[in-house]
């Protein structure tokens, strides 16, 4: 199966890396419109929407995700739309509705991305109860649960541990079932996704750090099929030093204390699961600039040592690379242009050295 390529909107303001260098890069709606154009046309397959309703790492201004991806679904033509949700602040029936509307909008284009929650701001703020941190990925497995449950029935009667419904119905249902795209390091986060999710996200991390993380899930998923997604921040220039003198110059001018902020909410967040990390246990000051440690992917240098670096993702069991970049706009065109027909003839070679052997 060939690789299939993601991207992260830029729906909150300040871009995809947390630092005051100059990027070329919008969170308006005309801009993410944009974006999403040139990428179907470049060859992409999904885009990621993010959810934030507070300002939290310097992304002043959020765009709420379920909202554009409706508007998104009516501006584009091929691409897939992934929407975060965070379940302990919308209702599963809400959501499964909005879901259901958006794919009727983009002719069967939506999927979901679960989002356990690791920003306690955001529910103390809206007077809503912050809960364990394995609670919050079971209250997720019953949120996603439901979701499937009103997408598949008549009507849905289900009475879980944090969500009820009685003879609930859904018309009209989804052109087709959405996928469903999950996240998360921890124990509890693994076992999930192996239970119940189409697609877990990895952060960036190392090609020997994303095997093992592969495996873990696999095995909890006990043959059930499931893919794979990784965030890499992707940093293409003519020479290696030229990219990694970017990458450079993104650190030296991070936000410190955004940076910082960032890194009290999400290791708070972590240290509250039973073995005591999370999703960034071990991401240092600089992998927390790219705030999913897109960094540590190592999609940074030349056209051609990017894409063979995506291919050995790909020998480890990656299915989806999800990228971010610095300037949006002619970026995405790049990687599309350059990057992905490499990737494709790279992974032509080895369909046909396979076949050899």
Same mark, same amino acid.
């Not at 300002?55 to 379920?66: D, P, R, V």
């Not at 508007?71 to 499964?96: D, E, Q, R, S, Y």
């Not at 929650?117 to 439901?146: A, C, M, T």
């Given at each position: 199966?060939?690789?299939?390529?993601?991207?992260?909107?830029?729906?909150?303001?300040?871009?995809?890396?947390?630092?005051?260098?100059?990027?070329?890069?919008?969170?308006?709606?005309?801009?993410?419109?944009?974006?999403?154009?040139?990428?179907?046309?470049?060859?992409?397959?999904?885009?990621?929407?993010?959810?934030?309703?507070?300002?939290? #790492?310097?992304?002043?201004?959020?765009?709420?995700?379920?909202?554009?991806?409706?508007?998104?679904?009516?501006?584009?033509?091929?691409?897939?739309?992934?929407?975060?949700?965070?379940?302990?602040?919308?209702?599963?029936?809400?959501?499964?509705?909005?879901?259901?509307?958006?794919?009727?909008?983009?002719?069967?284009?939506?999927?979901?991305?679960?989002?356990?929650?690791?920003?306690?701001?955001?529910?103390?703020?809206?007077?809503?109860?912050?809960?364990?941190?394995?609670?919050?990925?079971?209250?997720?497995?019953?949120?996603?649960?439901?979701?499937?449950?009103?997408?598949?029935?008549?009507?849905?009667?289900?009475?879980?541990?944090?969500?009820?419904?009685?003879?609930?119905?859904?018309?009209?249902?989804?052109?087709?079932?959405?996928?469903?795209?999950?996240?998360?390091?921890?124990?509890?986060?693994?076992?999930?996704?192996?239970?119940?999710?189409?697609? #877990?996200?990895?952060?960036?991390?190392?090609?020997?750090?994303?095997?093992? %993380?592969?495996?873990?899930?696999?095995?909890?998923?006990?043959?059930?099929?499931? %893919?794979?997604?990784?965030?890499?921040?992707?940093?293409?220039?003519?020479?290696?030093?030229?990219?990694?003198?970017?990458?450079?110059?993104?650190?030296?001018?991070?936000?410190?204390?955004?940076?910082?902020?960032?890194?009290? %909410?999400?290791?708070?967040?972590?240290?509250?699961?039973?073995?005591?990390?999370?999703?960034?246990?071990?991401?240092?000051?600089?992998?927390?600039?790219? #705030?999913?440690?897109?960094?540590?992917?190592?999609?940074?240098?030349?056209?051609?040592?990017?894409?063979? %670096?995506?291919?050995?993702?790909?020998?480890?069991?990656?299915?989806?690379?999800?990228?971010?970049?610095?300037? #949006?706009?002619?970026?995405?065109?790049?990687?599309?242009?350059?990057?992905?027909?490499?990737?494709?003839?790279?992974?032509?070679?080895?369909?046909?050295?396979?076949?050899?052997?």
């Amino acid at each position: 199966m060939s690789l299939q390529f993601a991207y992260w909107a830029p729906n909150v303001s300040g871009g995809l890396v947390i630092s005051n260098i100059p990027q070329k890069t919008e969170w308006s709606f005309e801009a993410n419109s944009r974006y999403a154009q040139i990428a179907e046309q470049v060859g992409f397959d999904y885009v990621l929407l993010q959810t934030r309703f507070f300002a939290s #790492y310097g992304a002043e201004n959020q765009l709420e995700a379920a909202t554009l991806a409706s508007a998104l679904a009516a501006t584009t033509k091929k691409i897939n739309i992934i929407t975060a949700v965070l379940p302990g602040l919308w209702h599963p029936g809400v959501f499964a509705k909005i879901i259901s509307t958006i794919d009727h909008i983009s002719s069967g284009r939506v999927s979901v991305n679960v989002v356990s929650g690791w920003f306690k701001g955001e529910f103390n703020g809206y007077g809503e109860p912050w809960l364990d941190h394995d609670e919050r990925y079971r209250r997720s497995e019953e949120f996603i649960n439901v979701l499937r449950e009103l997408w598949k029935n008549e009507t849905t009667t289900f009475k879980g541990d944090f969500y009820r419904l009685n003879d609930a119905p859904l018309k009209p249902k989804p052109l087709q079932p959405p996928k469903v795209f999950q996240g998360g390091n921890s124990k509890a986060a693994r076992e999930m996704a192996g239970r119940v999710s189409d697609v #877990y996200f990895m952060n960036g991390n190392s090609i020997e750090n994303l095997k093992n %993380q592969i495996e873990d899930v696999k095995a909890n998923a006990n043959g059930r099929d499931i %893919q794979f997604g990784v965030n890499g921040f992707v940093i293409v220039r003519e020479t290696e030093e030229k990219a990694k003198q970017v990458l450079k110059e993104i650190v030296l001018q991070a936000d410190k204390e955004a940076v910082e902020g960032f890194e009290s %909410q999400v290791k708070f967040a972590g240290k509250a699961s039973p073995q005591g990390e999370g999703m960034w246990a071990n991401s240092s000051f600089e992998n927390l600039v790219q #705030y999913n440690d897109g960094f540590r992917t190592g999609l940074i240098g030349t056209a051609e040592q990017v894409a063979n %670096q995506i291919i050995e993702l790909k020998k480890i069991g990656v299915d989806i690379i999800l990228t971010g970049f610095l300037h #949006y706009e002619e970026e995405i065109k790049t990687f599309g242009e350059t990057i992905i027909p490499l990737v494709r003839q790279k992974e032509q070679e080895l369909k046909e050295k396979a076949g050899a052997l």
